[in-house]
């Protein structure tokens, strides 16, 4: 289907250890992002790409590592979860870029760290 | 530094009644302002947005939201809600470099 997928949508993970989000989108758009929402806060930029291989550091990337090898895909990694991680993540997308058109979001990837 | 401020945090309202969510914005730049809806356990969709032009932007599901320069306000409104239209609605302003600042977030609850 068209469009951009998160998985997993649930995740519960220990303290230390690493984990992986994955976003994958079909639009071919060249800008995608990762944001974190927690209560209080709204949405938070950690990481964004503008294409392939390029990536750039948002409001509140310690403690997440991005790659964007091929233009449908940009995973999020948690080298070393902490508690302060538990949060729900977005991934989106922007073909000309948020300014003119706003972003296009996934379901979101709701993650608890123990 | 930008910022986006959300007045209310919960806006309960009756079936078919009016309501504005409040949104006011810092910015010393250019501004381009959106406003998403969140439904639950679902990502953001974009409502509507105001880029340059009419300050009276309309938007998907029957929302407006004017754009007031001089008050740095962005409000969001429907002449008549429905149960339907309960989510969450965040105020959102882009300030370059690809990055974009949200609002906390305004819950509106529908009842009947």
């Known amino acids: 289907d068209a469009g951009i997928t998160q998985s997993p949508r649930y995740k519960i993970t220990e303290t230390g250890r690493q984990v992986t989000l994955m976003c994958h989108q079909t639009w071919s758009h060249s800008y995608m992002f990762w944001y974190r929402q927690d209560l209080g806060h709204g949405l938070r930029l950690i990481y964004y790409?503008?294409?392939?291989?390029?990536?750039d550091k948002g409001e509140v990337p310690d403690g997440y590592v991005v790659s964007r090898s091929k233009t449908e895909n940009f995973p999020l990694t948690l080298e070393s979860a902490t508690r302060s991680q538990t949060s729900v993540y977005f991934c989106?997308?922007?073909?000309?870029?948020?300014?003119?058109?706003?972003?296009?979001f996934g379901s979101g990837t709701r993650l608890t760290v123990v | 530094a930008q910022s986006v401020t959300q007045l209310d945090s919960q806006v309960p309202v009756f079936e078919e009644a009016p309501v504005e969510l409040r949104c006011n914005y810092s910015s010393s730049v250019s501004v381009y302002l959106f406003w998403y809806v969140q439904y639950p356990n679902q990502g953001l969709q974009l409502l509507l947005k105001?880029?340059?032009?009419?300050?009276l932007v309309k938007g998907i599901n029957g929302f407006e939201a004017e754009f007031n320069k001089s008050q740095t306000s962005f409000h969001l409104r429907k002449p008549s809600v429905h149960i339907s239209d309960t989510a969450e609605y965040f105020c959102a302003v882009y300030t370059g470099g690809f990055k974009t600042i949200f609002g906390a977030g305004t819950r509106l609850f529908v009842k009947a």
């Open positions: 790409s503008a294409a392939a291989d390029i990536t």
């Open positions: 989106a997308s922007s073909g000309a870029g948020p300014k003119d058109y706003g972003y296009t």
């Open positions: 105001y880029l340059s032009g009419s300050t």
